[in-house]
């Protein structure tokens, strides 16, 4: 795990125009330079998102890490560690902004999902020192200009309309980045947020294709489903190649534990490489 202090010149060219850009930037990578190549995304929200948009999250995020861009957040319970998630289940790489230092893991809860994000090639960044402390409550809206400022797009899947997510759009805005959100049912409170930003002249996005558009990139198509880059998914799509159906059977003969056959199970489903027949049984779309 490496860790260094990036300053003057070495600070991402993207965070050197924004508004009060940082002194001093404090990352842990051990692939800094690749990440800093790849298109950013960002993407935040509701720390409580509802099961649709904890799907919708970890989706979106999937099919963007899985065509090679960054997928930019805060590490916070909710949609930010839905997107690294994401990322990260794509086999793809991920960066998140912390509100204290690099050293303090915020929240604690997910020091082992921080460990994965360098694990696989991401990174940890922050503008705080070791001597910052905890983070205090403008340490969030702080954060979130880096977030903002990091990303060529910026995209809200849930969110209150008082959602602390307002603040990365507004430092969006402010930065002249691409505005995204994910359209919701009106009656929501937690899409408030997305619908508003839509009425405020966001782009919608409905796939990931939506916000390859917006990158003027090619986005990877979708994998057959005889090819997977993971293993436990292609010994699943194996499986269902060969005629089995029943989850049960699915489970038994792959010889995954319970926990990795259901996360293996649910982003082949979110991926949209299997659907369910009902009755715990499957298929190959």
Same mark, same amino acid.
């Given at each position: ?7 003057? $010149? ?5 965070? @050197? ?58 590490? *916070?319970?909710?949609?930010?560690? +839905? ?9 793809? =790489? ?9 050293? %303090? ?6 020091? @082992? +999902?921080?460990? *994965? ?18 983070? @205090?409550?403008?340490?969030? =809206? ?11 797009? =910026? ?13 990365? =759009? ?10 995204? *959100? ?16 839509? %009425? ?14 917006? +990158? ?15 293993? $436990? ?22 010889? +995954?534990?319970? @926990? ?26």
């Amino acid at each position: 795990m490496t860790r260094f202090i990036l300053v003057d $010149q070495s600070m991402p060219e993207a965070l @050197r125009p924004i508004d009060q850009p940082p002194k001093q930037l404090h990352v842990i990578s051990n692939n800094w330079e690749d990440l800093l190549m790849r298109p950013a995304v960002a993407i935040v929200g509701s720390r409580r998102p509802t099961g649709y948009g904890q799907r919708y999250t970890r989706q979106l995020a999937y099919e963007l890490a899985r065509a090679g861009v960054a997928i930019v957040s805060g590490l *916070a319970y909710g949609v930010d560690s +839905l997107a690294h998630q994401g990322a990260l289940d794509a086999g793809g =790489v991920t960066i998140a902004v912390l509100p204290a230092s690099v050293s %303090q893991i915020y929240p604690s809860g997910h020091r @082992r +999902l921080s460990e *994965a994000i360098i694990e696989q090639g991401g990174a940890l960044i922050s503008e705080y020192d070791d001597d910052h402390g905890p983070p @205090r409550t403008y340490d969030f =809206v702080e954060r979130n200009r880096l977030i903002a400022g990091l990303a060529q797009v =910026v995209i809200v899947t849930e969110g209150t309309l008082k959602s602390g997510s307002r603040h990365t =759009v507004d430092f969006a805005n402010d930065q002249g980045k691409v505005i995204m *959100a994910a359209p919701g049912e009106v009656f929501n409170p937690l899409a408030a947020g997305p619908n508003h930003h839509l %009425q405020e002249g966001a782009y919608l996005v409905t796939s990931a294709q939506d916000v390859f558009d917006q +990158l003027h990139i090619q986005g990877k198509p979708a994998l057959m489903h005889g090819i997977s880059d993971n293993p $436990q998914e292609q010994l699943l799509i194996n499986l269902l190649e060969q005629g089995i159906t029943s989850g049960a059977t699915l489970q038994s003969n792959s010889g +995954l534990p319970t @926990r990795i056959y259901q996360q293996t199970l649910t982003m082949l489903e979110i991926s949209g490489r299997i659907r369910q027949l009902g009755n715990d049984h499957w298929a190959l779309t």
